[in-house]
Nanobody, 127 residues
């Protein structure tokens, strides 16, 4: 069992920055690949970024490449999402999720392969 708690959301103007944090607790939290997803009203939950359990591999949605950076600090059991050059279309609830990966498995972008989820944090970007 892994518990995830997101923080750092808020209201920001277009072009601004936010850093989201996801604190993980529970059994062997550092053994999980971690992902960020987002869901806007009336839309499906979309993949944003993922990081391997070691932090050595990352993956990004095309819409955020070059603007967002995912990272993790296993000593603190925390995953971060640095979001720069924010756009109004980035407005959504952002969720942190954990995937228990098999050794050698590539990072997954499929929400249904992430077992544990946080409660979400709202990000609103004004134009």
């Amino acid at each position: 069992q892994v518990q995830l708690v997101e923080s750092g959301g808020g209201l920001v103007q277009a072009g601004g920055s936010l850093r989201l944090s996801c604190a993980a607790s529970g059994r062997a939290a550092s053994m999980y690949d971690m992902g960020w997803f987002r869901q806007a009203p009336g839309q499906e939950r979309d993949f944003v970024a993922a990081v391997s359990r070691s932090g050595g591999s990352t993956s990004y949605a095309d819409s955020v490449k070059g603007r967002f950076t995912i990272s993790r600090d296993n000593a603190k059991n925390t995953v971060y999402l640095q979001m720069n050059s924010l756009k109004p279309e980035d407005t959504a609830i952002y969720y942190c999720a954990a995937h228990l990966a098999v050794v050698g498995e590539r990072l997954t972008e499929r929400a249904d392969e992430y077992r544990y989820w946080g409660q979400g944090t709202q990000v609103t970007v004004s134009s």
